[in-house]
Nanobody
Framework: QVQLVESGGGLVQAGGSLRLSCVAS????????MGWYRQAPGKQRELVAT???????YYADSVKGRFTISRENAKNMVYLQMSSLKPEDTGVYSC?????????WGTGTLVTVSS
């Protein structure tokens, strides 16, 4: 029913920027809360940012001031603009859709930040 596909990952030098995109299937994307998670090698998956259907945002302390989550509901898209990237931002970034507590995930896009 719901499919999420991320893109935009890649290799970037510390201090650089990347914009991640996630496109979701379905015609009711706009009513759901969305989020970005990441999983660094050897670590647990962690929440990076969320955005509600009303565009209220939340950011992990580690990315506040550097990352911006946004959405374009008409295009079924959610974005994560990342700037001032640090090596510790390295990981697989996954898009999440929360349907009343039921979560849907994309397969992720790899972000590698080099020193």
């Amino acid at each position: 029913q719901v499919q999420l596909v991320e893109s935009g990952g890649g290799l970037v030098q510390a201090g650089g920027s990347l914009r991640l995109s996630c496109v979701a299937s379905g015609s009711i994307f706009g009513i759901y809360n969305m989020g970005w998670y990441r999983q660094a090698p050897g670590k647990q998956r962690e929440l990076v940012a969320t955005i509600t259907s009303g565009r209220r945002t939340y950011y992990a302390d580690s990315v506040k001031g550097r990352f911006t989550i946004s959405r374009e509901n008409a295009k079924n898209m959610v974005y994560l603009q990342m700037s001032s990237l640090k090596p510790e931002d390295t990981g697989v970034y996954s898009c999440n859709l929360d349907r009343g507590g039921i979560n849907y995930w994309g397969t992720g896009t790899l972000v590698t930040v080099s020193s």
